[in-house]
């Protein structure tokens, strides 16, 4: 390919967890079998992120020091062997980052192909950064919905840039959603968009309000995104027979429930990841959901960018996001 590519680039790095991440000096990587090497033209600041970055999600984390970042997107400079790497060659990509190896919060980063997706023309690369995180995850759950037959779905942190996206492809698809959210401007902001179903958490009766319309609606699907006393509360209020899908921990906390809901009453708690959901899949049905996902981009999979941070910025970008997470995405871009 006739791209230059440096020697060195900017990255952002984590040397230790609940620590501010730095700004560094680091080697451009080279691709090896199976992988490219990917130019970055943005990534997005998403709450998995923060829980990295804060030591909470360890499961995930790469052993310190460790770029950070977990999707992004950019165009592809430098293809290792194999045909798909040579495919991908001088395409632009939405990305995620290797289980080892950098992050997406760098100018270049090395990752396989497979974990890849090409962007359709129309598809900028700022909507392309996000469109594996939330967009593939509300895809995962509406097709369990629709292939358990769940009448209806419980959605919690609904207000968040995920929730609102799971709401709206419930919309789409005809599987009413009762979204849940701590904040009383929360259910404001999510009733003038015209959602039905909102219960806030701060308000006195929400347990019984809200077992009250999970009953109604037969909302036999929940979907728990902070443990804690949530995960006690979606299994006091979930109907007979119910699946909890654990896919958050946003509390901080470990996941409370009594024991009685499932012994007595036939419910499950799941733990749920994407990337074990999309593992279950073949490269081709992969493709075929990253598709669909991508035509949605513009309407029920958009997310709204609240600001912009060069990556020399990056501590402020987080800063910012961690206090500013309701309103819109944070996206780190390279220096101009």
């Known amino acids: ?105 760098a100018e270049y980063m090395v990752t396989q192909a497979a974990r890849c997706i090409p962007l359709l023309p129309q598809v900028s690369h700022e909507a392309g950064a996000m469109m594996l995180v939330n967009p593939l995850t509300s895809m995962a759950f509406i097709s369990i919905a629709r292939q358990e037959k769940h009448a209806a779905i419980v959605n919690t942190a609904a207000a968040s840039a995920l929730g609102q996206m799971i709401t709206r492809l419930g919309l789409r698809y005809g599987i009413p959603v009762i979204s849940v959210v701590r ?80 012994l007595s009453e036939a419910k499950r708690l799941e733990g749920f990841h994407l990337a074990n959901w999309l593992q279950q899949k073949n490269l081709a049905a992969t493709f075929a959901l990253a598709m669909q996902v991508q035509r949605l981009l513009g309407s029920d999979l958009q997310s709204q960018v609240q600001r912009r941070f060069p990556i020399s910025q990056a501590q402020e970008a987080v800063t910012w996001y961690s206090t500013n997470m309701s309103t819109g995405k944070v996206l780190l871009i390279p220096d101009a």
């Open 1 to 105: 390919m006739a791209t230059t590519i440096p020697h060195t680039m900017r990255v952002v790095r984590l040397r230790a967890f609940g620590e501010p991440v730095t700004v560094e000096e680091a080697e451009v990587p080279r691709p090896g079998p199976g992988q490219v090497l990917i130019r970055m033209a943005a990534a997005p600041i998403n709450p998995s992120d923060l829980a990295i970055l804060q030591g909470t999600y360890t499961k995930f984390a790469k052993p310190l020091p460790a770029i950070a970042g977990l999707e992004g997107s950019g165009t592809v400079v430098a293809a290792g062997a194999g045909v798909l790497p040579r495919i991908f060659a001088g395409r632009r990509v939405a990305c995620a980052a290797p289980e080892q190896g950098g992050g997406t919060w």
């Open 183 to 262: 904040r009383t401007e929360q259910a404001d902001l999510l009733r003038r968009q015209g959602f039905v179903h909102v219960v806030d958490s701060s308000q006195p009766g929400f347990e019984e309000t809200l077992r009250t319309l999970t009953h109604t609606l037969r909302a036999t699907l929940l979907l728990d995104a902070i443990a804690g006393e949530s995960t006690g509360q979606l299994a006091a209020a979930a109907p007979y027979g119910s699946k909890i899908l654990l896919y958050g921990a946003l509390s901080g906390q470990p996941a409370r429930v009594e024991a009685w809901h499932f």
